[in-house]
Nanobody, 118 residues
Framework: QVHLVQSGGGLVQAGGSLRLSCAAS????????MGWFRQAPGKEREFVAA????????FYADSVKGRFTISRDNAKNTVYLQMNSLKPEDTAVYYC???????????WGQGTQVTVSS
């Protein structure tokens, strides 16, 4: 397993930008897929974005496509989620995840709050 520590997030006005980071420790980081999920109050956790271990393949939820970008720096053991054109409905606790493949995650970050005001 990989230990994940998140940073970033906070409060931003609609239309603004934020970047989330997820630093990983563990020798398997560079060979695993990474993902971002979010959970809004009263709702189930939902998929946001994912990236393959090489960084060459990415996936996005339709709700964030064109606004969010997932990337990774294997030299820094870090995955990022750049969030632009934020909307109030993006408000949620965001979690990063790691695992052996996209959609197959066995490690989770601690979560970070993102609040978008209208």
């Amino acid at each position: 397993q990989v230990h994940l520590v998140q940073s970033g997030g906070g409060l931003v006005q609609a239309g603004g930008s934020l970047r989330l980071s997820c630093a990983a420790s563990g020798r398997t980081f560079s060979s695993g897929a990474m993902g971002w999920f979010r959970q809004a109050p009263g709702k189930e956790r939902e998929f946001v974005a994912a990236i393959s271990w090489t960084g060459g393949v990415t996936f996005y939820a339709d709700s964030v496509k064109g606004r969010f970008t997932i990337s990774r720096d294997n030299a820094k053991n870090t995955v990022y989620l750049q969030m632009n054109s934020l909307k109030p409905e993006d408000t949620a606790v965001y979690y990063c995840a790691a695992g052996p493949g996209v959609g197959n995650y066995n490690s989770w970050g601690q979560g970070t709050q993102v609040t978008v005001s209208s």
